[in-house]
C-alpha cells in the first residue's frame, strides 16, 4: 500500500502523542495482535454441531455488518468461498423478504450481532427469524451464534439456548470492530485468511507506532483534515474498483460517526462529512460537482494495481467509431487504471483540490487489513486534532427514546 | 405525495419565472406529455424479432443507467417482470465478469446508450460483448438497440447493423433523460406501466406550472436551500426504503451534476452536495454525525406509506430480552415508519437543522414518476436562484483529454 499526497502541511505532533496514550484503554489497537486460539475453538466446535451449513446470515446492523460485508464483498468476486454471507439489516419488509429468497433456512447458520445486545432492529429480525423455524419445524439447536459484550443481556439470553456465544471487548466500538469476533468469527468459518487480514492491520500500526514512514503520512493527512475541517468540511473517498464499494459504506460510517461530534470542551458541533464513490462510474455524476463545484472537499483516490482478473477489449473496429479504435487490444484492467491516472491528473491540475490517492498492489486479505487499520488510525488523528471522543456515539439516543415512547404507546397499530 | 417543509423562507420568484421561460427549450419539461406511439412500435417489432429474450442488458453509465436502474430495482421485489435486466456501467474486469455470469447470452437483448455516441466506457463494453458474441457463434442481428442522440456517430454505427435505433431529443440532457427513451424503452419490454410514470410526472408539472401545491412548496425549498447554500452544502436524502437505495445514486447526479458548476457570471465555483442514506441502516452509520456533527446539512426524510408487502414480528417473548417485547406483534412496515416518525421528531427538535419530509401512499409508476419530476423541477429552480446553468458538464471534459492522450501514448500497455 502506497499513499502520496498532493498537499502539505507542518504535522500535529500532539495528535499523535494522545493516541500513543489512549493505545492502552482504546481496545481497537490490539486486535491485530489477539490470540485467535478461541476462533479455532468456536470453528471446531461449529463444525462438529454443524455439518450441513451453506449459508451464513448476519443479523446486524452499522458497526454489526458494514465491515464484515466491505471485506466478504471486496472479496467475493476473487475468491470461492464455501458458504454464502447474507445481510439482515433492515427493518424494510421487502428488503428482508428478497435477501431471505437466497437462504435455504435448513443449511443456514445465523450471526446475531450487537454489542449492547438490545438492538430494536436486530432484535426484531432475530424474532421474526424465530418464527420462520419454528413454523418450518427446523431445529434451532446450535444454529445461533451470539456476538455481543460480556455482560449484556444478550449474553444472558444466549445462555439459555443452546447456542454459540463469543465476545467483543468492551473497550472496542462498533465501528472499530470489523477485526474482533464480529468480522473475524464469519469470516473463518468461510475459510478467508483471517490471520493476513490482521497481519495487514499489524503492519500499518507499527510503521504508525514505531515512527515509520505511515506516521508521516497519517500525521500530515489528518493535520490538514481537521485544520481546514471548516473550509473542506466533506471528504471524498474515490475508489476505482467496484469491489471495494462496501469499503466506501464502512468508511462513512467510521468517520462520520467518529467525527461528528460536540466538542469535549464546548457545545460546539463540529464535524467531517465522507463521501464514498466508485470510479469510473461516479466520473459520470459526481465529478462534475467536485472539478467545478464550490471547493469544500477533499478527494482521496484508490487505485488497485493488479485486479486479479482481467479480460481485454478485442481488436474491433466498429463503423463510424474508428475514433475510438485506440482502446482496441487493452486490458480493462489497464483501462481503469488510465482512467484513474486522468482524473488524479486533472484534478491535481486545479490546484484548490486537496488530492491524495492510495494505491493497492492487489485486493487480499492482508491489502485490506492495512486499509482498515489505516483509516482507523486516521480517523483517531482526526477526532484528537478536532477536539472530540471519537468512541461513543451520544447523538442517537435521543431518537431511540422517541422511539421507543412510540412502542409503548402504540394501541391500534 | 405529500411534502411538508420544517422551514419556512420567503420564495424567490423570480427563479420560478425562469423555469416558465426555459420550458420551451429545455427538453425535459415536455416528456411527461410526449406521443409514445414509436415506443409501441418498437415494442412490436423487438417481439417479431426476438422471440426468446429473458435478460435485457443495459450498457450504459451516467444518465444512461441511474434513473432506469432507479425505477427498475424500486419496482422489482414487488413485481415480477418477465425479462432481467442487468447494468453494465463499469470498465472494472471484476464488475464486469460478475454482471455478465448472471446472463445467459443467447437469451440476452443489449442496449447501447450514449447520448453523444462516443462514451468511452460504453463503447469498450460493447466492444467485449461483441467479441463475445463472436466467441460463441450468436448471432448480432437485431440483438442490440442503440438508444443516443439524432446524429450522432452511434446512430451512424446502428445504421450498419441490422438492430434497433432509439433517439433522446437532443435537448434532454443525460441526467433528465430517464422518462426519454433511455428509460422507457427497457421499462416497456418489461410492461412497467409507464403511461402511469408519465402521468405521475404530469399531475407534479402541471401542478407546478399552474400555481398549484407543488409551486409553493418547491419555490420555498429551492429558495431555502440556494439562500442557504454557503451553509447547508450538503443535502441529504434519507429514504425509509431499502429499494429506493438506487434513487438515491440518481438523486446525487442530478443535483450533484447540475448545481455544480462555474457561476454564470462569474468564474466562482458554487455547488450543493447531496448525499443519500438509507433508513434505518444509516441511523447506525450517518445519524451521529446529521445530529451532533456540524450544521452544514439539510435533511429530506422520505417515507413511504405502504410497501405493498408485509410481514410481522412474531409473539416471541426472549428470556432476559423481554424489555423489547414491546415489539411483538408489530407488523414491520409499521416498525420502519415508526423509526423514520422518530427521527423527523428528534431532528426537528433540535432547532437548527432544516428538515422536510416528503410521503409516497406506496411504491409505483405513478408515485415513481412524481418523485422523479418533483427532483427535477427542485434542481432547475435551485440552479436559476444560484446563478448556474443546470444543464451542461464541462467540468469533466478535462480528465477525458487528459485519458485520450494517453491512450494514443500508450505503446506498451
Redesign the interface.
Known sequence: MTNKLFFDVKPELSAYEATCKEKSSVGYYDLPEQDLDYLEEYKKDFNLKNTNIEHLVIIG???SS?GLKAIYRTLK??KDFSKKIHFL??????????ELEKVELNKAHFFVISKS?????T??I???I??LL?DEKISEEYRFTYVTDKGS??E??SK?KKSFCLFIPTNVG??FSVLSAVGLAPLALIEVDIKALLSGAKQIKNSFFESGYIKDILLKKATYYAKN??KY??NTLFV????FKYFT?WY??LW??S????QLNSSF?????P?GI?G??D???????????????TVTVLKIRN????????E?N????E??D???K???????N??A???I??LV?KGDIPVDTIELECINEENLGKFIFYYELLTSLVAHMMGVDAYG????E???V???K???N?GL?
Open positions: 446492523i452499522g458497526g458494514l468476486n476473487t439489516e433492515s427493518t424494510d419488509p421487502i428488503a428482508i423478504k428478497a445486545g438490545t438492538t430494536i432492529e432484535t426484531a432475530y424474532k421474526y424465530l418464527g419454528s443481556l444478550l444472558a439470553h439459555s462498533g465501528r475541517s471548516m468540511n466533506i476505482y474498483s467496484e469491489s459504506e462513512v460510517q462520520g460517526e467525527l461528528g461530534k460536540k458541533n463540529v464535524g467531517l462529512t463521501v466508485i469510473p462510474k466520473q459520470h455524476s459526481f465529478l462534475q460537482l467536485i472539478v467545478d463545484g464550490l471547493r469544500d472537499k485486479f486479479n482478473y482481467d479480460i481485454r477489449i478485442p474491433i466498429l463503423k463510424e467509431l475514433s475510438l485506440s482502446i482496441n487493452l486490458s480493462f484492467n489497464s483501462l481503469i488510465l482512467q491516472d486522468s482524473i491528473e486533472a491540475d456515539q451520544p447523538g442517537v435521543q431518537s431511540k422517541i422511539l421507543k412510540k412502542l409503548q402504540r397499530l
